[in-house]
Structures are given as C-alpha cells and as structure tokens.
C-alpha cells in the first residue's frame, strides 16, 4: 500500500510547475522583455502588476483578448484558464498573480 501512495504523490508532484518554472514564468509577466504592453483607450497595460491593478477597467468581453496578451507574455497556462471560463478572468488573473508575485521582489 505505501508504495501505491508514494506513486500518487510522485504523479502530483510532477503535474505541479517547479519553483524554478514559476519564477521564469513570474519574471517573463511581472518584467516582460522587449513586449508590447496591452492598450485599453490610452491606457497601457504593460505586466501583470498594472493589469491586477486596473482590473475593474476591464470587462467580460476583453477576456479573450487579455489572455492572448498573457500568452504573449510567457503564460500560456494562466491563458487558457481565461479562455476557458472568460467570465472568471478577473479571479483568475487575481489568483495567477497571488501565486506569482512571492517570485518578485518588491
């Protein structure tokens, strides 16, 4: 029986992204290199600070468009969750930034 839990625990882990991963993917959406920010009217949205800090100026309808521009930037994950459930874009993108902001300093 022990041997059965620890093969589950391995498939666990292994379906988990490394911190290593995390931090590259954190890095490539919170300082995005040589990418275009996101423009909403005049606004620039340029990494997922200033995105998770002007979310009430989006709506359901650009969710699609938001998680093309995530992809972009290196989360291709965190994309096809939103396009997935667009009406939950904002607690996903809400969630994806909780998760990752711990990777970059202050």
Not at 7 to 32: E, H, Y
Not at 48 to 54: N, P, Q
Not at 65 to 86: C, M, Q
């Amino acid at each position: 029986m022990p041997r059965a839990v620890s093969k589950k625990r391995r498939v666990i882990n292994l379906a988990k992204p490394s911190k290593t991963a995390l931090s590259k993917i954190a890095t490539s959406l919170f300082t995005p290199m040589d990418k275009n920010p996101y423009y909403r009217g005049s606004m620039a949205i340029a990494n997922l600070r200033d995105l998770h800090d002007h979310l009430d100026a989006f709506g359901p309808e650009e969710a699609v468009w938001l998680a093309s521009w995530i992809e972009y930037l290196g989360d291709s994950e965190t994309a096809a969750k939103i396009r997935a459930e667009p009406g939950q874009f904002k607690q996903i993108v809400t969630a994806s930034y909780e998760e990752l902001k711990e990777f970059i300093g202050p």
